[in-house]
T-cell receptor, first 110, second 113 residues
Framework: KQEVTQIPAALSVPEGENLVLNCSFT??????LQWFRQDPGKGLTSLLL?????REQTSGRLNASLDKSSGRSTLYIAASQPGDSATYLC?????????FGKGNQVVVIP | GAVVSQHPSRVICKSGTSVKIECRSL??????MFWYRQFPKQSLMLMAT?????????EQGVEKDKFLINHASLTLSTLTVTSAHPEDSSFYIC?????????FGSGTRLTVV
C-alpha cells in the first residue's frame, strides 16, 4: 500500500523567502505525482503534474522535482507571497489509485 | 482546463435525513469519478470509485448502503448520504481524471445536526 508523507506538517515564512516542501512515497512504481493547493474549506487546485518519466515541472514561481528511485518529490515556491498561504498536498498515482499526504500547511507572513 | 463542478458547497441537515451531492464534469466526459472524504487536518480518504453505467466500487470500511453513488451519465455522479448522523459530518470532495492528472470539485461541507 502506497504511503505518502509530507514534511513539515506546518511552516511559517516571511514574505519573500523561498519555500521548500517535501513529499516522500514508499512505492516507487508510480505513474505520476501531482501537487495540489487547498485553501480552507475549499477543493483542490492542481499546481503541477510530473509524469514518472520526468524529473521536474515548472510553472511561474513553482517548481516541482521528482526522484522516483528515492521516493521523493519537492515543491519549490520562489519569492513567497501572502497569497501563497494555503495547504499544499502531494499525491502519488499508481496501481489505479491516488494516494495523498496530509499536506504542508503554509503561512506566509507579510 | 478541465473543470469539475460540485454542488452544494455547504449543507446542513437534520439527523436521519438524506443529502445528495452532485459532481459534474463540465467540459469533458468522465467514465470514472472518485469520491473522497476529508477530516480536519487529515489527508483525503478515498471512499468509492464511481463508474458510469455500472455499480460503484467502495473502499474497505465504507458502507455502500449508507453512501449511495449513482453515475448515470458521462458527466454526472451523485453521492447520497442516507439517514445522516452527526458522525457523517465532514468535507466531501469528488474528482475525475482528465488526461494524465486529476481534477477536483470545490467540495461540500456537510454538517448533520
Amino acid at each position: 500500500k502506497q504511503e505518502v508523507t509530507q514534511i513539515p506538517a506546518a511552516l511559517s515564512v516571511p514574505e519573500g523567502e523561498n519555500l521548500v516542501l517535501n513529499c516522500s512515497f514508499t512505492d516507487s512504481a508510480i505513474y505520476n505525482l501531482q501537487w495540489f493547493r487547498q485553501d480552507p474549506g475549499k477543493g483542490l487546485t492542481s499546481l503541477l503534474l510530473i509524469q514518472s518519466s520526468q524529473r521536474e515541472q515548472t510553472s511561474g514561481r513553482l517548481n516541482a522535482s521528482l526522484d522516483k528511485s528515492s521516493g521523493r518529490s519537492t515543491l519549490y515556491i520562489a519569492a513567497s507571497q501572502p497569497g501563497d498561504s494555503a495547504t499544499y498536498l502531494c499525491a502519488a498515482y499508481g496501481n489505479n489509485r491516488l494516494a495523498f499526504g496530509k499536506g504542508n500547511q503554509v503561512v506566509v507572513i507579510p | 482546463g478541465a473543470v469539475v463542478s460540485q454542488h452544494p458547497s455547504r449543507v446542513i441537515c437534520k439527523s436521519g435525513t438524506s443529502v445528495k451531492i452532485e459532481c459534474r464534469s463540465l467540459d469533458f466526459q468522465a467514465t470514472t469519478m472518485f469520491w473522497y472524504r476529508q477530516f480536519p487536518k487529515q489527508s483525503l480518504m478515498l471512499m468509492a470509485t464511481s463508474n458510469e453505467g455500472s455499480k460503484a466500487t467502495y473502499e474497505q470500511g465504507v458502507e455502500k448502503d449508507k453512501f449511495l453513488i449513482n453515475h448515470a451519465s458521462l458527466t454526472l455522479s451523485t453521492l447520497t448520504v442516507t439517514s445522516a448522523h452527526p458522525e457523517d459530518s465532514s468535507f466531501y470532495i469528488c474528482s475525475a481524471m482528465e488526461g494524465h492528472g486529476y481534477t477536483f470539485g470545490s467540495g461540500t461541507r456537510l454538517t448533520v445536526v
